[in-house]
């Protein structure tokens, strides 16, 4: 492993992945984050021995058709938003207001590829002239397996990074199950590599760098064919 901050403080009496600690999700009616709205969210307490403490889950009427290829990943059609979900304006702000409950806290938020899902947060308040979110102490086990263990070969999807941690994902692509499957990914890398156990603002810090410097090195690949080619390096959540 390189590049990863070395010796573990003195200070940090008990690890961040041994404390309280959410895992969130969303499920969503597209890929792209800067237009995708809000179908399902989740967010699981897990306790400090890694056990399930409490959900807090939404479904969500977007207000618009669920294009039938977002609805054949998660199982939410536009039938069931509409007849079950509530309604967009009130869940994005419960959403957000929970979020920032536990950032108040000071708890870890773990989100298996952050960026698209905050960054979807923030477009969402943002359509609603409302407060973006601090967005702190994230832990984003996509970013720090890309970093702690760069040249294994595969697929990095929270199935395949599962299956190589070893974590239990049942019912993949519902938000809960992501967001729990999230969580245990997080636990084994900070097992597996001691030197992620740094203060969260500091593991907060390299990830943003992590990010800049994967995105940096996949544009410069896709460059050889395209010179036009870019990826955003922003992290945990895309500029405009």
């Not at 940090?12 to 959410?22: F, K, S």
């Not at 299956?163 to 084994?188: C, Q």
Request: aromatic share 8%; glycine share 6%; net charge negative.
């Amino acid at each position: 492993m390189s590049d990863v901050a070395a010796p573990i403080p003195a200070s940090l009496a008990v690890p961040w992945h041994q404390q309280i600690r959410l895992g969130f999700d969303l499920e969503t009616t597209g890929r792209d984050p800067e237009e995708a709205l809000v179908v399902t969210a989740s967010l699981v307490v897990v306790d400090p021995h890694g056990r399930l403490a409490a959900a807090y889950e939404w479904l969500v009427d977007p207000g618009v058709p669920i294009p039938a290829e977002a609805a054949a990943v998660h199982g939410v059609t536009t039938e069931k938003a509409q007849a079950e979900g509530m309604p967009a304006d009130q869940a994005v702000v419960e959403i957000a207001d929970t979020l920032r409950d536990f950032f108040d806290a000071g708890i870890p938020v773990v989100a298996f590829n952050a960026c698209y899902d905050f960054t979807v947060m923030d477009r969402e308040l943002a359509r609603r002239g409302l407060q973006p979110l601090q967005n702190q102490w994230i832990i984003d086990p996509y970013i720090i397996d890309k970093q702690v263990d760069r040249y294994r070969k595969g697929k990095r999807t929270l199935t395949d990074v599962c299956t190589f941690y070893g974590v239990e994902l049942l019912d993949a692509h519902t938000s809960a199950a992501d967001s729990l499957a999230a969580v245990g990914v997080a636990d084994r890398l900070a097992a597996k590599y001691p030197q992620l156990q740094v203060p969260l603002d500091e593991l907060h810090g390299l990830q943003v760098r992590w990010k800049a410097e994967q995105s940096a090195s996949l544009q410069d690949y896709l460059r050889r064919k395209d010179p036009s080619a870019v990826i955003n390096g922003d992290w945990p959540v895309q500029g405009r």
